[in-house]
């Protein structure tokens, strides 16, 4: 399944529509009886299908000044052998954060996954390649979905199951 880049007007209304369906759904006493919930929700992938990217600004944005010091100590601390650099794995510090933002995939299954992330059992993933056609190593393990997006077989910007 080949993944897409939403631009960042495409995410913002993406998201947008996730929530005026989560507040539709919060209004529907029969979905929420239906869903055992107290609250509306929605998933992202409700809106857009699987297999999209974006940049995720929030977590880092290299062209923003403010975030500059951020990435400074990063890679003070990388370098000093602390893994104090958060959230982001000392690989995106190292190799894209004077490149790009973070990049964040819905998973075939719809699960939310940053690329860019520390990995539950490590240091995160080596990422190669501009979005859409990226390819990341090792697999992924995302909540409900182990496997590959663009390595082991798969081509670039391509998930393949385990």
């Known amino acids: 399944m080949q993944c897409r880049l939403l631009t960042p007007d495409e995410f913002r209304k993406a998201d947008d529509d996730r929530m005026a369906l989560g507040k539709r759904r919060g209004a529907d006493p029969d979905w929420l009886k239906a869903n055992k919930s107290d609250y509306g929700w929605a998933r992202l992938v409700e809106i857009t299908g699987p297999c999209v990217m974006w940049f995720a600004t929030w977590y880092f944005d290299p062209n923003d000044p403010e975030h500059a010091s951020r990435r400074i100590a990063a890679l003070e601390g990388i370098a ?3 893994p104090t ?20 995939v819905l998973c075939p299954n719809g699960a939310e996954w940053c690329v860019d992330a520390k990995s539950s059992n490590g240091e995160g993933w080596h990422v190669i390649g501009d979005p859409p056609l990226l390819r990341v190593t090792p697999s992924i393990d995302a909540p409900g979905y182990h496997g590959w997006l663009g390595s082991s077989g798969a081509a670039p910007g391509e998930f393949k199951l385990a």
């Open 80 to 82: 000093k052998g602390h």
């Open 85 to 104: 650099h958060g959230y982001l794995s000392r690989f995106y510090w190292q190799d894209w954060s004077d490149k790009r933002s973070p990049i964040c």
